[in-house]
């Protein structure tokens, strides 16, 4: 009898994972966790104690959701997203319990590298830029912009901040990495200096 292959990814025993689920190489799901069927968990990633992955959900590589989570249908989290613990995410825009609906979900989209802070609630049917910075406590209820910093209730933006975290001053130049970048429609982009015009070419 051929030898069991052993699983590249680490899956707590109280967990329970469906049927159909694909999870990555490295990753670790910890207590209590729930990963519904046909859900794809990307490589190295951790999800903390009692999160819950609904059906069809796609979640990138090294993302990181800490306790208390739910990610419903119709959720989207790119590359190295971070949930902070208990934030919430909606999948319908007008919930009743003697109205059900069932399959018709507004689409959330977290894209790379975007931080959801502590408590935070998403409000679904909006996009969450590039490494934006979503405020612990703060509900979203329109798009974020990358880059951008939001806080408050409901979620209004009050700055910028780098790829790396930091807060950015107003000429855009992170003092912690040395990152530049420029404002653009959708919030901000990275001035990327090529070799040839540090070399002077």
Known sequence: M?????KEYFVHESSYIDENVTIGKGTKIWHFCHIQKNAFVGANCSLGQNVNVANDVKIGNGVRIQNNVSVYEGVELQDNVFCGPSCVFTNVTIPRAHYPVHGVYSRTLVKWGATLGANSTIVCGHTIGRCAMIAAGAVVTKDVKDYALVAGVP???????????????????????????????SGLTEIVISKACNLGI
């Open 155 to 185: 979620a209004k933006q009050i700055g910028w901040v780098c790829e790396c975290g930091e807060d950015l001053p107003d000429n855009l130049e992170c003092d912690s990495c040395g990152k530049r970048y420029r404002e653009i429609n």
């Open 2 to 6: 051929e030898k069991e292959k052993k």
